[in-house]
């Protein structure tokens, strides 16, 4: 069993909206923080925006105002929706768990985390 699968990435156009799923299974979601990191051709990984497990929202500037990170505990379901998409989104986005320590950690790390998915591709292009 896979303990996290993304899936609702595609190809868009600038300005469409896409949103993101990540299900989680096999270990108690609603303890873990949610992050999702992405990587685009050619870069390093970054991370994108987090949400812990008292739901605060954490999110990097270039996305602020357009994205928008949610859980729900009762689905063991992590969310991305994103909103007014730019070709610069185009990336491999990936949701990665890590147990609450008390503070939510943005780190690009895969070692930094419990827990990573297999990522879905997100291409914004016209």
């Known amino acids: 069993e896979v303990p996290l699968v993304e899936s609702g990435g595609g190809l868009v156009e600038p300005g469409d909206s896409l949103r993101l799923s990540c299900s989680a299974s096999g270990f108690p979601f609603e303890k873990y923080d949610m992050n999702w990191v992405r990587q685009a051709p050619g870069k390093g990984p970054e991370w994108v925006t987090g949400?812990?497990?008292?739901?605060?929202?954490y999110y990097i500037d270039s996305v602020k105002g357009r994205f928008t990170i949610s859980r729900d505990n009762a689905k063991n379901t992590l969310y991305l929706q994103m909103n007014n998409l730019k070709p610069e989104d185009t990336a491999v986005y990936t949701c990665a768990g890590r147990r609450h320590i008390g503070t939510l950690v943005a780190d690009t790390r895969r070692n930094m985390y419990q827990y990573w998915g297999q990522g879905t591709q997100v291409t914004v292009s016209s």
């Open positions: 949400i812990d497990t008292r739901a605060e929202t």
